[in-house]
């Protein structure tokens, strides 16, 4: 298969080491030859039709923070350009997330979708924007298009949901969907320390961004409520839609009572037909949503199968791309690779 | 199960440890004792109401034989009484906005009591946080608590976190 990667940060790069280490197994496994012919990242392109030699340009990434250096390497050359002239089968969005405009991913993945590419995404900001809009031009266009990287990380939240679980009527999905604010709680009560402190270390040890607002607001748990509701229930809910706490107020007094009590504090997604959440909960010790550290978690309110939760990493570049490359060998299958 | 219980007490030193420990010894977890000096009997006993947690019926059994042989009088057993209980916290300036009235809002509710307080004052400048346990009896009465309380907590700028179990 033929692809084209947009964005080269920590998912780019991620999922290209795993096309270097797994090579053997996806053509084993999968009969999968992932075949990368052309990386775009904010500076500019390196393309080579014939596959681009990936050990090298993650080097090359490495070294200079960008792809341009790569030999034949086009510096300036723009993304939606390069979807265009080169052909491909699948192109991987992995640009940052912005959720009020959802750009420059939006503009990638509605190009990619007229170019007649299949679409890969982790990027939260289209799909909060325009959910419907983009489910419906890849259906038009008769393109596929996964984005399971978007919830959980690692974690195969939609995956589970849309596929495994699709003989279920599904009533309702709550989660612990952000590791940030989870790594935050859990220390808060583990030591007892004020959450400015525990924010400037995650910061340190890169668990936490340099503006960590988006994250103890309850923002991104929100954009993944929104996303859930629209591609696992089916509504076509939008952000503003979501009532959202953020985990600000939250004392170390406060999960401290709560420990005393045999609970924990979580900040919890839930997405429902009659109602949209995201806040801080109670949930008592041993409960599936209970995890610690930087771990997600969901439960699934089905009326066959009753409850069914899930767990593990929902960041990190290595974990997510268990997501990113179960999207594209899903789409492999589905074409009948 | 939450138990109710009225005891009549001689009004004369030791009687109360002597109608207590009982329900230790059983692991009753007491939740709270109330002198009803008011209520003294013209025989001059004093009844003291009580409520505790125990593991189940056939504990209370034990109890209550347990009180029967160390010669106390019990007068009332509710057992159904408060029977669901519920943990919530209150992160806010709990104190300044009046707790006393928070409580008495709850409490007016019919079948509804708040049953504890934990407080921990924030230090200078910092909101305070507190655990509060409230009684219902029933599922109903508990969620109308929740939500009267979701309301006080709105008008008062409190951040109230319940159980991801409440719907």
């Known amino acids: 298969m033929r692809i084209i990667i947009i964005g080269f940060g920590n998912l780019g790069r991620g999922i290209c080491r795993a096309f270097v280490e797994k090579a053997d197994f996806l053509k084993r496994a999968h009969g999968l030859v992932p075949r990368v012919v052309a990386v775009a990242d904010e500076f500019g392109a390196a393309v080579d039709e014939k596959g681009l030699d990936l050990p090298r340009l993650l080097k090359i990434a490495e070294g200079s923070g960008t792809v341009v250096g790569y030999p034949g390497g086009k510096r300036g050359k723009l993304a939606l350009d390069l979807i265009d002239e080169v052909s491909a089968d699948v192109v991987f969005e992995l640009t940052p997330t912005n959720i009020r405009t959802g750009e420059p991913g939006l503009s990638h993945i509605k190009r990619a979708m007229q170019a007649g590419k299949h679409v890969i995404t982790s990027n939260k900001g289209p799909l909060v924007v325009a959910f419907k809009e983009l489910d419906a031009l890849a259906k038009k266009q008769g393109v596929e298009f996964r984005y399971s990287a978007s919830v959980g990380g690692a974690v195969p939240v939609i995956g589970l949901a849309k596929k495994l679980l699709s003989g279920n009527e599904i009533s309702e999905i709550r989660g612990v969907l952000n590791g940030t604010t989870n790594y935050i709680l859990t220390r808060m009560s583990a030591e007892g320390l004020p959450q400015e402190i525990i924010i400037r270390e995650a910061q340190e040890l890169g668990l936490a961004e340099k503006d960590p607002t988006l994250d103890i607001d309850g923002i991104d748990t929100a954009c993944k409520v929104t996303i859930l509701a629209n591609s696992v229930l089916g509504i076509n809910a939008k952000l503003s839609d979501v009532k959202v706490v953020g985990i600000r107020r939250i004392t170390p007094e406060a999960t401290r009572l709560a420990h005393e009590a045999g609970q924990m504090i979580k900040l919890v997604g839930i997405a429902r037909r009659d109602r949209l959440e995201v806040g801080p909960k109670l949930v008592p010790q041993g409960h599936p949503l209970a995890v610690g550290g930087t771990l997600n978690a969901v439960t699934f309110k089905l009326d066959l199968a009753g409850e069914i939760s899930i767990t593990g990493f929902g960041a990190g570049p290595k974990e997510t791309s268990s997501s990113l490359l179960g999207d594209l060998i899903d789409i492999h299958r589905t074409l009948g690779g | ?167």
Do not use: C, W
Not at chain 2, 131 to 149: F, G, H, K, V
């Open chain 2, 1 to 167: 199960m939450l138990v109710k219980m009225v005891m009549e007490l001689e009004d004369v030193p030791g009687q109360l440890l002597k109608g207590l420990e009982p329900i230790a010894r059983y692991g009753g977890n007491i939740k709270s004792i109330m002198h009803q000096r008011e209520r003294k009997t013209p025989l001059g006993r004093l009844p003291v109401m009580l409520i505790f947690e125990v593991r189940d019926q056939a504990t209370l059994k034990r109890i209550l034989a347990a009180l029967k042989e160390a010669g106390i009088r019990v007068t009332q057993l509710g057992e159904r009484e408060g029977e669901i209980l519920t943990t919530v916290l209150l992160v806010g300036h709990i104190v300044h906005t009046d707790i006393r009235h928070t409580i008495d809002q709850l409490n007016a509710i019919k079948g509804v009591t708040v049953s504890e307080l934990n407080l921990a004052v924030g230090s200078m400048g910092r909101e305070s946080s507190a655990r509060m346990t409230i009684a219902a009896n029933d599922r109903e009465l508990a969620q109308l608590a929740i939500s009267r309380l979701q309301t006080i907590a709105e008008k008062k700028g409190l951040l109230l976190v319940t159980s991801v179990e409440a719907i």
